[in-house]
């Protein structure tokens, strides 16, 4: 039996069993984007999070559904293009993790956005978010987060991730 | 400011500014676990994750500190001979990720395991865990992964990105 212990605005606190866990209220999931320019540049995004109280450079992701139901694509397409500047022209799902399977039932799936084209500033929503973001060539990214972690800011190992997704994923597909 | 407006027997749920999140009320950390066997096999862990409702394939991992003050390395050991049965003759740090930067301060140190000696069964604590250990060829491992997501297993994001550290890591400092 599931029980609804606590209820905030965005999070809620449910017991099972012995077990408890954290839902998000008002999202059906969470996207995280894998997308290259045409330069061959991983971009990703930085931003103060206050959860960790420091920075922290992730992949483009964002909430599916918290404005009502939503196709995860489309929603991974939009996060893209408000926190980077860039759309893409085809995305398709690689996997999907939990974010940290004993405490929450949060899931994110990973989507692979190609054919990019450039159409704004990107830095997230003006007013709401405060995101910079980070174009690296890919074969500088590895070293580029070493020198981020040791310079204090967290690194999201999901960009470990796609670091070797986006070597392996289409050659065993 | 920082308000804890709910509390359990594990989790805090904590509000700061517009922001709500979860903490871990009895650990310091998480510690994950990247072990390959003398042989080239990676040691994973599979077991049914309550707040999932499903099995989920992960790097072994555990909490650090739940029964007073620990070393994290010392932590990553228990849990890998725990889990695995196996047990690491060196541990190094090789990056801290944040869980969900977003909905919680939990952060994840990932810890590479080597000198590895077989020394039990593994399997968890006996009563309290159900785990069954995957020993898989470091070169089947990609392919291997996306049959269990493809049957249905939720995967872990932490092990494509433990597989690229594994390849990239040592190289690069």
């Known amino acids: 039996v599931e029980?609804?212990?606590w209820q905030g605005r965005w999070l809620e606190m449910v017991r099972?069993?012995?077990w408890e866990f954290v839902?998000?209220?008002k999202a059906t999931g969470v996207v995280a984007v894998m997308a290259a320019t045409p330069a061959g540049e991983l971009l990703l995004v930085r931003q103060f999070r206050v959860p960790m109280g420091a920075d922290a450079i992730e992949l483009p992701a964002g909430l599916v559904g918290d404005n009502g139901e939503e196709d995860p694509l489309v929603a991974a397409n939009r996060e893209l293009e408000e926190e980077t500047g860039w759309r893409a022209g085809k995305l398709s799902f690689v996997c999907t993790t939990p974010s940290s399977a004993g405490l929450?039932?949060?899931t994110v799936q990973l989507v692979l956005a190609t054919e990019l084209v450039h159409v704004g500033a990107?830095?997230?929503i003006a007013g709401e978010e405060s995101i910079k973001v980070e174009t690296i060539p890919l074969g500088e990214v590895h070293g580029w987060l070493l020198r981020q972690?040791?310079?204090g800011t967290l690194?999201?190992?999901k960009i470990w991730a796609a670091l070797w997704l986006l070597e392996n994923f289409e050659k065993a597909t």
């Open 23 to 25: 839902r998000r209220r």
């Open 155 to 157: 690194v999201d190992a």
């Open 149 to 151: 972690q040791a310079e």
């Open 104 to 106: 929450t039932c949060e």
């Open 3 to 5: 029980e609804v212990v």
């Open 16 to 18: 099972k069993d012995q």
């Open 122 to 124: 990107g830095g997230g």
